[in-house]
């Protein structure tokens, strides 16, 4: 059976883009053999305040940190889209375009994975796609299934995979979970070391680190 041309899709508000992304995505893109990791930068977050960064700055921080990384690109199909950014709607417009015979997989981490019962239409998301969930250092293993909603425990229980293969057999419908290592890094701590005045350029690819000084965002002089 041939192997499906796999695509990996990293939703997130991106306010701003960091180094734990690019990590993330390098690594999945490596160890699952993506052909190509598109970076999906949200117009209006369902489940966070309205972010004080405008989309269009948020997408140029994007955009600026996998310039010269020809298998990663920006996917501004969120931006273009009037009202709320769901995740169902924006698979609905890949598959429209890309058509079935593409695997997608939805990398998150352990964080926002917890949230998916709050997600618009959620039940159905694994119709379009597949979930790589990766553990964030912080916090939030999804191990501590304490505070995993039943609800989703039993949707894991019933599309767990623990073969990456199957990624590229199926277009759709398996979790994976894949160990990372992933960095300890978060937009909310970034821009709160910004407020502060404190360094964080060893965070960021440095044309956001510059991107954000030159517009003075999260207060940065
Ligand atoms: P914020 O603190 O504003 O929520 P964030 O750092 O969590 O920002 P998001 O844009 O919310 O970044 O994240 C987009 C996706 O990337 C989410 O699925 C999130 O779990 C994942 N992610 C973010 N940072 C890391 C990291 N350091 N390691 C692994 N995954 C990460
Ligand atoms: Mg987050």
Same mark, same amino acid.
């Given at each position: 059976?041939?192997?499906?041309?796999? %695509?990996?899709?990293?939703?997130?508000?991106?306010?701003?883009?960091?180094?734990?992304?690019?990590?993330?995505?390098?690594?999945?893109?490596?160890?699952?053999?993506?052909?190509? @990791?598109?970076?999906?930068?949200? =117009?209006?977050?369902?489940?966070?305040?309205?972010?004080?960064?405008? /989309?269009?700055?948020?997408?140029?921080?994007?955009?600026? =940190? %996998?310039?010269?990384?020809?298998?990663?690109?920006?996917?501004?199909?969120?931006? =273009?889209?009037?009202?709320?950014s769901y995740t169902?709607?924006?698979?609905? /417009?890949?598959? =429209?375009?890309?058509?079935?015979e593409v695997s #997608?997989?939805?990398?998150?981490?352990?964080?926002?994975?917890?949230?998916?019962?709050?997600?618009?239409?959620?039940?159905?998301?694994?119709?379009?796609?597949?979930?790589?969930?990766?553990?964030?250092?912080?916090?939030?293993?999804?191990?501590?299934? @304490?505070? @995993?909603?039943?609800?989703?425990?039993?949707?894991?229980?019933?599309?767990?995979?623990?073969?990456?293969?199957?990624?590229?057999?199926?277009?759709?419908?398996?979790?994976?979970?894949?160990? %990372?290592?992933?960095?300890?890094?978060?937009?909310?701590?970034?821009?709160?070391?910004?407020?502060?005045?404190?360094?964080?350029?060893?965070?960021?690819?440095?044309?956001?680190? /510059?991107? %954000?000084?030159?517009?003075? #965002?999260?207060?940065?002089?």
């Amino acid at each position: 059976m041939s192997l499906l041309r796999s %695509i990996g899709l990293l939703g997130g508000t991106f306010n701003p883009i960091h180094n734990g992304h690019l990590y993330l995505a390098e690594q999945l893109k490596r160890t699952l053999g993506l052909n190509e @990791v598109r970076f999906i930068p949200s =117009a209006m977050p369902v489940l966070k305040a309205a972010p004080e960064v405008s /989309a269009a700055q948020r997408a140029e921080m994007v955009k600026r =940190a %996998i310039a010269g990384k020809p298998s990663f690109k920006l996917d501004p199909l969120e931006l =273009a889209r009037a009202g709320k950014s769901y995740t169902i709607d924006t698979l609905l /417009a890949l598959r =429209a375009i890309l058509g079935n015979e593409v695997s #997608l997989c939805w990398l998150i981490g352990t964080d926002a994975f917890k949230s998916l019962p709050a997600w618009h239409r959620w039940s159905e998301l694994l119709d379009y796609c597949h979930f790589v969930v990766v553990q964030r250092p912080d916090n939030s293993g999804l191990s501590a299934a @304490v505070d @995993v909603a039943p609800a989703l425990q039993t949707l894991i229980q019933q599309h767990i995979t623990h073969d990456a293969q199957d990624l590229k057999r199926l277009s759709h419908g398996k979790i994976l979970m894949q160990e %990372i290592d992933a960095l300890d890094i978060s937009s909310t701590h970034i821009r709160q070391q910004l407020t502060a005045g404190e360094d964080v350029h060893a965070q960021l690819p440095a044309e956001v680190f /510059a991107y %954000i000084k030159q517009h003075h #965002l999260y207060g940065a002089s």
